[in-house]
């Protein structure tokens, strides 16, 4: 079955410099991946969904970019602030069933 | 839209004895997700259900575990004989039910089994 790795498990930056999450995945069937926050005690949020092959999306404050080729998905905060920092989870839906989550960043922002 | 609603967010119990989580899925969705958080573990796939009908619980502890989904407006989680190792927030989550539709989490129940 699918097998999510992301790393790195810790991430420590300061408030304007950036974060950089990536996730593998094994599956070349695996077709829809999303990001989702973590804030301390809260639920999970979702990001952003993503599913062309090679494609960058820009949101609020952050950069995904997803690569098939390369079976890598990768989400950059850029200008980290304070309020960036939670935990943040990659996910892997193979087709309406159930996300396969990578194991989780935890991302630290100090002044 | 209140999102997905989950009681208790809290929940205590003695080894031994049954706990039952509640999840009340987004108005017009029809798939529910359950899933488990621990530290150790991440997020674990329990199971799903789509236009209430059981579609895969491949990830349920096969004893003691047990999940319906009466009527589109609520899904039940129930966990027998609890144990220590039981204990983990776990999360509920909704989608619309088409193939690569996003899910919606639920603030989740943390159930503690001392």
């Given at each position: 079955g699918e097998q999510v790795e992301q790393r790195p498990p810790h991430l420590s930056v300061r408030e304007g410099d950036s974060a950089f999450i990536t996730c593998t995945y094994t599956d070349p069937n695996s077709y829809y991946f999303f990001w989702y926050k973590q804030e301390p005690g809260a639920s999970l949020q979702l990001l952003m969904k993503v599913f062309s092959s090679t494609e960058i999306n820009e949101g609020q404050g952050f950069t995904v970019l997803l690569n098939k080729k390369d079976k890598r998905l990768s989400l950059n905060l850029t200008a980290a602030h304070p309020g960036d920092s939670a935990a943040y989870f990659c996910a892997v839906d193979q087709g309406g069933r159930a996300l396969i989550f990578g194991t989780g960043t935890t991302v630290s922002v100090s002044p | 839209n209140a999102g997905v609603i989950q009681t208790p967010r809290h929940k205590v119990t003695g080894k031994g004895q049954e706990a039952t989580l509640w999840c009340e899925p987004i108005s017009g969705h029809s798939a529910v997700f359950w899933y488990r958080q621990t530290i150790v573990q991440g997020l674990e796939f329990l199971?799903?259900?789509?236009?209430?009908?059981?579609?895969?619980?491949?990830?349920?502890?096969?004893?003691?575990?047990s999940a319906q989904m009466p009527n589109q407006s609520h899904s039940t989680l129930k966990i027998q004989s609890t144990q220590p190792q039981d204990s983990a927030v776990y999360l509920c989550a909704s989608s619309p039910g088409t193939d690569y539709a996003e899910q919606f989490f639920g603030p989740g129940t943390r159930l503690t089994v001392l």
């Open positions: - | 199971t799903y259900f789509r236009n209430q009908a059981p579609i895969d619980d491949s990830g349920m502890p096969k004893e003691r575990f």
